[in-house]
């Protein structure tokens, strides 16, 4: 383990007395003043918070409306089961809380609760002459990539700052450089090419920061390059949903990312203007899945 990590307690929160705002910068003061629960209270099941880490910051008032907006649909989809009915777990008053908040919280991309935010693409095609092919997918609630990936940068920017927050001045650190989300996937597809790949690239890469927590309905990690001023980053929500990607230096990132290739897909029928293809989803067993395994390297 890096020895630049600091350890904080497991049991409760931890609250910053930042005069900073931590994802915007801006000097706190007066009514714009804001009290934030990183890991949102209602972002993962009721109860899950009892006795475990938690991070409270100050935040000004627009950052943290914003970000509770992007916690409220995203949490209902990442505790939704998929089409079939399946949930990752067998957590079952977490399973009842998901049929509670699909009924409540609405869909920013369908406007619809997201009980009834399913979505079914209808296609046409012909294998020949006189073979017409009709198909219906259904898929389970989406979320907007655009809307997931920031709310994991806000999340992953009040780690970063906590992990450079000094006392005396009330001040963290905020990454220099760019931002570069690379993929967010359900948990059917962790065993994805990208996913495994990327595992394999970054196994050698020093922690920096380490969380699991909410009885394992949140996980978060970052990891250093060793040489570049990058760090790899991978979030877990609700058991149901992973993102990673990089922040810092862009070209070491893109160098990984170049690796790390998703299987073709397999077409169907291809034509002007049609097209069908598709890709079996890759699920990952727990001897293969290293991305939050920090063990082996405490060990050595």
Same mark, same amino acid.
């Given at each position: ?92 008053? #977490?399973? /009842?809380? $998901? %049929? ?9 991309? *369908?406007? &619809?609760?997201? +009980? @009834? ?30 809307? #997931?990936? /920031?709310? $994991? %940068? ?9 992990? *450079?927050? &000094?006392?005396? +001045? @009330? ?130």
């Amino acid at each position: 383990m890096n020895q630049d990590m600091r350890t904080f307690p497991a049991n409760r929160a931890v609250v910053l007395k930042n005069i900073r705002c931590v994802y915007c910068g801006e000097m706190l003061s007066g009514l714009n003043r804001t009290k934030d629960h990183v890991i949102g209270r209602r972002f993962v099941p009721k109860g899950k918070f009892n006795a475990q880490f938690n991070l409270i910051v100050n935040a000004c008032r627009a950052c943290n409306n914003k970000k509770a907006d992007l916690e409220d649909d995203i949490a209902a989809i990442t505790l939704a089961p998929d089409v079939t009915g399946r949930h990752s777990h067998d957590d079952l008053p #977490a399973i /009842e809380e $998901a %049929r509670r908040r699909a009924e409540n919280s609405i869909s920013r991309r *369908t406007r &619809k609760p997201i +009980s @009834q935010s399913r979505e079914t693409v209808n296609l046409n095609g012909s294998l020949g002459p006189g073979i017409n092919l009709k198909i219906a997918f259904t898929s389970p609630p989406q979320i907007e990539l655009p809307r #997931a990936f /920031e709310l $994991a %940068r806000l999340q992953l920017m009040a780690f970063f700052y906590l992990q *450079t927050y &000094k006392t005396e +001045s @009330q001040v963290g650190g905020y990454w220099l450089h760019g931002y570069h989300p690379v993929q967010m996937v359900r948990w059917e597809d962790w065993g994805n090419a990208v996913m495994r790949q990327l595992m394999t690239e970054i196994n050698d890469w020093d922690f920096r920061f380490h969380c699991i927590t909410a009885d394992g309905f949140f996980k978060a990690m970052t990891r250093k390059h060793p040489t570049a001023e990058t760090w790899v980053w991978a979030l877990e929500w609700n058991r149901s949903h992973r993102l990673i990607g990089f922040f810092g230096e862009r070209d070491p990132a893109q160098a990984i990312v170049d690796k790390c290739r998703m299987t073709r897909p397999v077409t169907i029928f291809e034509q002007p203007n049609q097209s069908l293809h598709y890709r079996v989803e890759t699920p990952l067993s727990g001897d293969d899945d290293t991305l939050f395994d920090w063990t082996e390297k405490v060990a050595t």
